[in-house]
């Protein structure tokens, strides 16, 4: 897969992640137009990480071969489960407040994958360094906000007002890296598609 192509995903990722914050405005709760919108919107977000993490696994499997693979598997995972709870919820089988809850865990594991997968790039490849560690900041928020919510308690949807120091300090780190994500899909993407930096030449 060319760059260009991982680009485009990752402004897919983008604009799916906006698509899921204005339709989660729109009483998702009811399974009504915008709760389906919000979960095709999710569906979408889920899937566009696939050719990313595909760019990523590529890219660094020539120096890094056994630990890329395990951790683009690890990503598929998490995305993959992303994608099981967009349609149960869509279908029925789940309602919004149990998929939030839901939601939650595996969040934390693509933002493993964005911790991993990133740090593994930085390390042994090419790829563009600033947006990839942005990322990986954006993966360890989600992950440190499900070791707060392992401490604390998860969020309950159906409680308002502050819960507890840890759950709420974990609720803020997940929120942080929600509105922080779009920025990153916007800034890889056009990463990915400038040209490559010239090497200026020895001085002899």
């Given at each position: 897969?060319?760059?260009r192509w991982a680009a485009y995903a990752a402004y897919a990722n983008s604009l799916m992640a906006i698509a899921q914050l ?173 040209p490559p930096a010239a090497r200026t030449p020895a001085a002899r």
């Amino acid at each position: 897969m060319k760059p260009r192509w991982a680009a485009y995903a990752a402004y897919a990722n983008s604009l799916m992640a906006i698509a899921q914050l204005l339709t989660s405005g729109g009483d998702p709760k009811a399974n009504g137009v915008m709760g389906l919108l919000n979960n095709v919107s999710g569906v979408l977000w889920a899937a566009s990480f696939v050719p990313l993490a595909y760019v990523f696994y590529r890219a660094s499997r020539t120096h890094a071969n056994v630990v890329s693979a395990a951790v683009f598997a690890f990503g598929l995972v998490a995305f993959g489960a992303a994608v099981f709870l967009e349609l149960a919820t869509a279908t029925g089988q789940l309602n919004f407040d149990q998929e939030t809850v839901a939601y939650y865990p595996v969040l934390g594991g693509i933002g493993v994958w964005l911790l991993m997968a990133g740090g593994i790039a930085i390390m042994e490849t090419d790829l563009p360094r600033a947006p990839i560690a942005f990322g990986a900041v954006i993966g360890g928020l989600w992950f440190f906000a499900n070791v707060l919510f392992g401490a604390g308690g998860l969020p309950s949807p159906t409680i308002e007002g502050p819960i507890n120091d840890l759950t709420d300090s974990g609720f803020l780190l997940l929120e942080t890296a929600f509105l922080l994500q779009p920025f990153w899909g916007l800034w890889l993407g056009r990463s990915l598609l400038a040209p490559p930096a010239a090497r200026t030449p020895a001085a002899r």
